[in-house]
């Protein structure tokens, strides 16, 4: 599995010949299956072999399993704030997506486990201090916080340093073998 990240909330995950992405800034980004975290629509559209979904439910799309939970919804503008739970080659990828408060107790319940965790900190997403809560309640093995410019006083909440990386390359066996390690990567665009 490849792991690319591109800009603000989006990242390319690339399994064999499937390919998913989050929130694509423009109509070039193409993968066989499209995340939106904040969309005015709730559903799954289909279109010349490419999967979109926006929103909450139960999906699986080419041996992908994802799981849409929808977090805040805004009347005003009709937007939804989803997070995706994403199971490809047995790792458990959880996007918060756009959030900027921590979500309620009963959605955290939910998420199970999670190996690699894409939390969004800084101006307009989760404070530093919002965001460590939840990666102390979620436990996962690998945290990627996004967007870059806004990482550093996240580092500082949490004690730990950032591994930097043009993209994350990994397997289940490599989540196995870090054990019960957790591991920040920053992945640059």
Known sequence: MVITYHNETCFKVVSGKVSAIVDPPNEKFKADITLETRSKVSEIESKSGEVNIHGGGEYEVQEIAVRGIQVHYDAKNDLADVMYSVIIEGISIFFMGNISSAPSVEIMEN???????????????????????????????????????????????????????????????????????????????
């Open 111 to 189: 998420i199970g486990e999670v190996d690699i965790l894409f939390i969004p900190v800084g101006k307009g997403f989760l404070d530093p201090k919002s965001a460590a809560k939840l990666v102390k309640q979620i436990q996962p093995r690998i945290i990627v916080p996004y967007p870059p410019q806004h990482v550093s006083a996240f580092l500082d909440e949490v004690g730990q340093k950032c591994e930097n990386m043009d993209k994350l390359v990994l397997k289940k066996k490599d989540i196995i073998e870090m054990g019960e390690k957790t591991k920040i990567i920053c992945i640059k665009a």
